[in-house]
């Protein structure tokens, strides 16, 4: 079964820079997947922050995020990215990654994607 971790979170101040790692499992290809990052924000519910198929792109960021997030892969890792620029108070969140069989352009819900990762924390404070 797909195991997924993550790793980079940490505090940062609010401008910088920050980049969120999710490795997949050495038994299991991730170019077959759609990897999708989440955020949940204190108070707030999960939501969809970007995804992408890792063999075949089709990359979609939320709105709020666009232009400042970018999300990448690296077959050689088996890996995928999440790239934050200019990061703001508002994206404290515990940043988790998860994977699934369908990639759209457009937001996928929580439930399209099967095996989720525990997570990492990006705290945004100065």
């Known amino acids: 079964q797909l195991q997924l971790v993550e790793s980079g979170g940490g505090l940062v101040q609010p401008g910088s820079s920050l980049k969120v790692s999710c490795a997949g499992s050495k038994n299991e290809n991730l170019d077959y997947y759609c990897i999708g990052w989440f955020r949940q924000r204190p108070g707030l519910g999960r939501e969809g922050v970007a995804s992408i198929h890792v063999s075949r792109g089709m990359p979609y960021y939320t709105e709020a995020v666009k232009g400042r997030f970018t999300i990448s892969t690296d077959n050689t890792k088996n890996a995928v990215y999440l790239h934050m620029n200019n990061l703001r108070p508002e994206a404290t969140a515990t940043y988790s990654c998860?994977?699934?069989?369908?990639?759209?352009?457009?937001?996928?819900?929580?439930?399209?994607?099967?095996?989720w990762g525990q997570g990492t924390q990006v705290p945004v404070s100065s």
């Open positions: 998860a994977a699934g069989f369908a990639c759209s352009p457009v937001a996928l819900p929580a439930r399209a994607f099967t095996s």
